[in-house]
């Protein structure tokens, strides 16, 4: 009897073979008793004067720089109508609206990972006030679905015809 040379197929399914028993033993095993480890929560704060509005979703804080979590804000050069029937900028009002919102004292964010372009995306507060939340319910930005509760804020901004929908 010859020597068997081992070939690519034969080679592919020991290696197949090996992953399913593989698989299959930890299968059995079961969840771990030991508990997961927690993601731990970061958080930035910064007073009011030394935060500014990049636009109006984002912040530049002394130690970085976040996008608020859960909302869509017009980009700049965005046209809407207001509610007096003038033309208006939608994003730069939604910059505006968001730095009204930045005169109660501190801001602190609540990091949750990091969006499309990177940034940190945060949940902001400030005395109180969750600022992206304010942000929608004032009509300046969309919710993106992401975070529970702010589709309703949207659909009464939507009802009381603020902001984006003022003109609708």
Do not use: Y
């Not at 992206?132 to 939507?158: F, I, K, Q």
């Amino acid at each position: 009897m010859g020597v068997v040379r081992p070939n690519r197929r034969m080679t592919l399914g020991v290696l197949a073979g090996a992953l399913l028993l593989t698989s299959g033993f930890w299968a059995t095993l079961g969840p771990s008793e030991a508990p997961a480890s927690a993601v731990p929560e970061i958080r930035v704060s910064a007073a009011a004067a030394d935060i500014s509005v990049i636009d109006g979703g984002t912040l530049r804080m002394p130690e970085r720089v976040v996008q608020l979590a859960g909302i869509e804000p017009p980009p700049r050069g965005q046209s809407c109508i207001t509610l007096d029937r003038r033309p208006a900028d939608c994003g730069a009002e939604a910059a505006r609206a968001l730095a009204a919102l930045l005169h109660r004292g501190p801001v602190e964010c609540i990091l949750q990972g990091a969006g499309r372009s990177g940034r940190p995306m945060a949940v902001c507060s400030q005395a109180g006030v969750t600022l992206n939340t304010a942000l929608v319910l004032a009509g300046w930005a969309r919710s993106d679905g992401s975070v529970p509760g702010m589709g309703d804020a949207e659909a009464l901004a939507r009802t009381a015809r603020r902001g984006l929908w003022a003109a609708q």
